[in-house]
């Protein structure tokens, strides 16, 4: 059972240096991603006269959003995992993959990389609005918070599927790009609804910097709900107890 598995840490393992260069790698990989992502919606909005909530807008940010976090897991990952979300992180310690403290850093390096990335595109853009998530018409916040988990266990499953199975053998080549692609669809899905944020950075960031808290806890509890939940359905019922290995908590 993955509960059995999880591990707290030692506080001593904020400090030691792979730990920190782990969370540095998040922290990168946070901006890259959200900088391309967000800054695809802004870019859009100026050459629209704010037309990012047309068709057209939703497909441009689904590709940006794609293509931003292949790069992004791609160039964390044999540092970090290439997390790039509060939410896997969390599907990986509740999948006993990785210790409480270290998580606990890369919480911390994600969300401050959302806030930076935010902060230069509010510079670099002359003081334009890095716009927070926030629910359609007609959409309630528990609406919200069911599109959230859908969309972040079809996420988690996929990372769990691609890159933490032991058993995925070359399947692992592709699971950047899987993970960029079901992110990608899922926009496509939920952005008209609300906004489809599946990570906790994502969101934090924007709302930082606009400081708009409406609705925030919508994406915090739904990722996070998604992601346990594809965590335990996948280490239950797909990774058998005599497969399970001591991976590193960097490298899932």
Sequence with gaps: MPISRIAVGSPAEAG?????????????????????GEGSGMAFNKLTDD?????????AAALAHALALFVAVS???????????????????????????????YWIAQLLGSVVACLLLKFSTGGM?????SLSSGVGAWNAVVFEIVMTFGLVYTVYATAVDPKKG??????????????GANILAGGAFDGASMNPAVSFGPAVVSWTWDNHWVYWLGPFIGSAIAAIVYEVFFIAPSTYEELPSADF
Aim: net charge neutral; hydrophobic share 60%; proline share 4%.
């Design 16 to 36: 030691q240096a792979d730990a920190l260069k782990a969370a540095l790698a998040e922290f990168i990989s946070v901006l890259i991603f959200v900088f391309a």
């Design 51 to 59: 037309g990012s909530s047309t068709p057209a807008g939703l497909v």
């Design 75 to 105: 160039v964390g990952a044999n540092i970090s995992g290439g997390h790039v979300n509060p939410a896997v992180t969390f599907g990986a310690f509740v999948g006993g993959h990785i210790t409480l403290v270290r998580s606990i850093l």
């Design 129 to 133: 609005t890095t716009s927070a998530f």
């Design 170 to 183: 070359n399947i692992g080549i592709i699971a950047p790009i899987a993970i960029g692609f079901i992110v």
